[in-house]
């Protein structure tokens, strides 16, 4: 029989992957390297397969390493739930929060999911709109929580991510080699006045709209089609497409921050908790990179 693997070895392991080096990995968990060696050692004794190559400048997983990240995630993830779920008091009463409608089917739904599990005793009511909407809403008191993005250099609130916009591509419709270039954009936006169309006046490209739409999903139904390049958070861009670099002709369109808003109205438990768990959920979307 193969010996079982250690949740501890899993995390070790998972830290090791998103660093792709040990002394760094050291640092975050608080061990010393050659710990973190031993124990990625001793994982790798236990699968039977090298899970990372090592390298001068770091390391880098190994197809079984590859192959092992989502087990390791999804083991990592139903034990912080389990002993969260097990330690927590019940909490009940309304919470509500807006988000915006880019993270409403990305990084947000399994945050609120797991939180309906934990508690289900509270009642969620999810607003999901734009940003500068879930900001009035937020100042009425109509929510307890927002999420929403800004561009201004005085943030109010807890920046929980940077996620630039970028202009994405189909990998099949190679619309942006195209002049003018068709381009799909949001109906009545200021921010796409101000960001997305300056961006490609400020290059000097030629561009015509081909699509508009009102919600991020019909922008990204129209890239998918082949109608039209457009404009997304780096995070939310859908398979089958890709970003468009400088290396292409293209500038980032903005480096919008992901801010947490709270009501200065009302504060409980269920809020408190509900935003520790959307911090949760953006964390692998800051750790991204940001090339």
């Known amino acids: 029989m193969h010996e079982p693997i250690e949740s501890e070895l899993l995390r070790t392991f998972l830290v090791v992957a998103e660093t792709s080096n040990f002394s760094a990995a050291a640092q975050r968990i608080g061990r010393t390297q050659s710990a973190v ?13 090298a899970l990372f190559e090592r390298g001068a400048r770091g390391v880098q997983l190994t197809r079984p390493g590859i192959q092992l990240v989502p087990y390791a995630r999804r083991v990592i993830d139903l034990l912080n739930e389990a002993a969260a779920t097990i330690r927590s008091k019940p909490l009940d009463g309304p919470v509500r929060i807006g ?117 991020g999903s019909g922008l990204k139904n129209a890239l998918i ?9 780096r995070s939310s861009i859908p398979p089958g497409c890709r970003e468009l670099t400088a290396e292409d002709g293209f500038p980032p369109v903005d480096s919008s ?31 991204a990179p940001m090339a």
């Open 37 to 49: 060696s031993t124990q990625i050692k001793r994982l790798e004794q236990t699968i039977g397969e």
């Open 225 to 233: 089609a082949g109608l039209a390049v457009t404009t997304l958070s």
């Open 257 to 287: 921050k992901v801010v947490l808003r709270r009501s200065t109205c009302r504060s409980t438990e269920a809020i408190r908790e509900l935003a520790e768990m959307i911090r949760e959920a953006f964390q692998p979307t800051s750790a």
């Open 99 to 215: 988000i915006p409608e880019e993270y409403s089917q990305t990084v947000l739904p399994a945050a609120l999911a797991a939180f309906a599990v934990r508690h289900p005793a509270v009642e969620v009511t999810v607003s999901c709109d734009y940003t500068s909407r879930n900001l009035a809403a937020l100042e009425r008191d109509e929510l307890d929580l927002a999420v929403v993005f800004d561009w201004s250099d005085e943030t109010k609130g807890e920046v929980i991510c940077i996620d630039p916009t970028v202009w994405v591509t189909s990998l099949v419709h190679r619309l942006h080699d195209l002049d003018p270039l068709p381009i799909a954009t949001y109906r009545n936006s200021t921010w796409s006045r101000d960001f997305a169309l300056r961006s490609l006046e400020q290059i000097g490209r030629n561009y015509r709209i081909a699509f508009i739409a009102d919600t």
